[in-house]
DNA sequence: AACCCTTTCAACCGCAAGTAA
DNA sequence: GTTACTTGCGGTTGAAAGGGT
């Protein structure tokens, strides 16, 4: 048996929501709070819209103290360093900025900072330096890993060789299921840093930059660590 | 002015996790 | 423990806007 559909949806109105729907959500939200069930809550006021929509609406655009566009060099750099470091777990990355939504950090990564960052052009000493240092070259010195890192997950690594289906640090092939030291402190598989599944994640190269803003992520626990 | 291509971003989709019965 | 349902998330889509020719 297959899922049952949250909603039908032959009868709801999907696209753009006009401002008259926008009205009616916010100041039912605003007056009673959601109720804890968002797929009632469009009956309740009169919205053909799937209790799904409602929320992302809500979430994404209607919520007090959304910030859009606009962002600073300080949210670049810290987007930045988070991507780095824990991939594209947006709903991390945004906690970590007021105000701002997953999906509007998923949507600047993804359109502007992604080209920014790979094109070298961030103005950071740290991430020109790093990337100038490990220019997706197939040849990464070790010496400059352990400067900016106290350890490296496969995302991360993923990310910097972007792409690339293997590559050897100070000459050593790293390939497939083969283990390797990279920092004194654990092992990192060639499988491993490939597919990005290490377990371990690390000090991001870039977190000196930001007064320590991330030193420690727990992948089992859902949180950034400030230390 | 008209067309085409690229970029942006709001919204949708499907899946996994969480939770109540 | 199982099932049904809701919530939250990341990936993707597509319409609109912008820019170039």
């Known amino acids: 048996m297959g899922r049952a559909p949250c909603c039908d949806k032959a009868n709801v109105k999907r696209g753009p929501w006009s401002p008259e729907e926008d009205a009616k959500l916010k100041a039912y939200i ?10 009632s809550l469009p009956q309740k006021i009169g919205l053909k819209r799937c209790g799904k929509s409602c929320r992302l609406r809500w979430l994404n655009y209607l919520r007090p103290n959304i910030k859009h566009g606009g962002f600073s060099a300080e ?12 991939g594209s777990r947006w709903s991390v990355i945004a906690a970590q900025l007021p105000g701002r939504t997953d999906n509007d950090i998923k949507n600047y990564w993804n359109t502007r900072l992604k080209k920014k960052l790979l094109g070298n052009k961030l103005q950071s000493p740290t ?12 040849e990464i010195p070790m010496d400059a890993l352990n400067s900016h890192c106290s350890n490296l997950d496969g995302a991360n690594m993923q990310h910097i060789l972007e ?12 390939g497939y299921g083969n283990p390797k030291r990279l920092d004194g402190m ?5 499988d491993d ?4 599944t290490s377990s371990d994640l690390v000090c ?3 977190a000196s930059e930001y007064g320590g803003i991330l030193q420690h992520y727990a ?7 400030m230390l």
């Open 193 to 196: 840093i490939v597919n990005g």
């Open 30 to 39: 605003q007056q009673h709070g959601t109720g804890g069930n968002w797929i």
């Open 127 to 138: 991430v020109n330096n790093f990337f100038n240092q490990n220019p997706y070259s197939p």
């Open 204 to 206: 991001p190269p870039f």
């Open 219 to 225: 992948p089992d626990q859902d949180h950034i660590s």
């Open 186 to 190: 654990e092992f990192l598989h060639g």
């Open 163 to 174: 792409g690339q289906s293997s590559f050897s640090l100070q000459n050593q092939e790293i």
């Open 75 to 86: 949210e670049d750099e810290i987007i930045c360093s988070l991507y780095v470091s824990i």
